[in-house]
């Protein structure tokens, strides 16, 4: 099979296609700038609250729903975002929640893979490898990891994971191991902070170098010397971060890790916005040279155009926040 896409690192730059991203646009060349659409795949396996994602028209529909996460994504390439987030457990379609009685996950209890969900995942990485676009997938998310039965379960989801990709010959793809592993939140301990190294140095030797891998941490939070050492780029989240400064603190203080030997840097969830002000988080992370991913859920009382993570989702730039990302997106990369 001949893919058209591939991602790679040259020191702290990304490249697509031995190019770096963003080639000729000063600040911005090299960086991956995201967003969050972890809801790509998302199913609801529970009988119990998958009536909760109805769409304003009709039933929840899987299908659909990667049917237009598909749909849109030539708008976004269009705006200049070369990259974006999946996970195949997904992410809160509340936005943030406290309890997860759903059931969103592409792995069974003993961490073979299902076949429903590899094939939605295939048909986004098939479009976003056909507009030139990178997708970082994530494996695990707290409060769905506990669907997997035991850490025997957990090592075999990735390793199945990773030889699925391999034998697709996805070349566009970036792994995250896990959503925010020092959340407090994962059930088995190899996805925590103090463990997730080992998943992340599995991938690398498992794929023989051919897959790049790194783990996220909530927000605020910077990764111990680990997690440096073992990731081939570091994943950041700007969540609860207390504006631009800090941001930019975040990012100096990976750079100043004993382990850190030059990878790049990038956030890739992070719930401000301000796009029409002169610093905001996004433009501070592109400032210490480092990507920003853009997190959208639903806020209580609005409708069904807004969020990019809240179930069912409208994947078209429909709100007031979604246009004010991609007017800046566009703007930086050259795509206005």
């Not at 769905?144 to 996805?170: F, G, I, S, Y």
């Not at 207390?242 to 890739?268: H, K, S, T, W």
Request: glycine share 12%.
């Amino acid at each position: 099979m001949r893919r058209a896409t591939t991602v790679g690192l040259a020191g702290d730059r990304f490249l697509i296609n031995g190019e770096p991203t963003y080639a000729g646009r000063g600040r911005v060349e090299g960086l991956m700038l995201n967003a969050r659409m972890v809801q790509g795949i998302f199913d609801d396996l529970n009988p119990g609250t998958r009536g909760r994602w109805a769409y304003p028209d009709g039933p929840w529909d899987a299908r659909r729903n990667t049917e237009e996460f598909v749909a849109a994504m030539p708008e976004w390439r269009a705006s200049g975002l070369v990259c974006f987030t999946l996970n195949l457990q997904g992410g809160s379609p509340e936005g943030y929640s406290r309890e997860q009685p759903w059931h969103n996950s592409a792995f069974r209890g003993d961490g073979t893979l299902r076949v429903d969900y590899l094939e939605r995942l295939d048909m986004i990485l098939h479009r976003a490898d056909e507009l030139g676009m990178v997708v970082i997938l994530g494996l695990f998310y707290f409060g769905q990891d506990r669907r997997l039965a035991d850490e025997t379960a957990v090592v075999t989801a990735v390793d199945q994971a990773t030889d699925w990709l391999l034998a697709n010959d996805w070349r566009n793809v970036l792994v995250e191991v896990a959503n925010e592993a020092d959340v407090g939140r994962y059930h088995h301990a190899i996805l925590r902070a103090e463990r997730c190294h080992e998943l992340i140095g599995r991938i690398r030797e498992r794929s023989g170098g051919a897959l790049l891998a790194s783990t996220s941490l909530r927000g605020g939070s910077i990764p111990g010397e680990a997690i440096v050492r073992e990731s081939d780029f570091l994943l950041l989240h700007g969540n609860r971060v207390g504006g631009p400064d800090e941001i930019r603190r975040m990012v100096r203080e990976c750079r100043d890790d004993p382990a850190y030997r030059g990878q790049p840097i990038l956030f890739n969830e992070d719930d401000h916005f301000d796009f029409e002000l002169d610093d905001n988080h996004f433009l501070a992370a592109v400032g210490e040279y480092a990507g920003w991913g853009y997190f959208d859920y639903r806020f209580p009382g609005e409708g069904h155009d807004d969020g990019f993570q809240s179930v069912p989702v409208n994947w078209r730039a429909g709100s007031d926040r979604k246009r004010g990302f991609f007017r800046l997106l566009a703007r930086l990369t050259g795509h206005d």
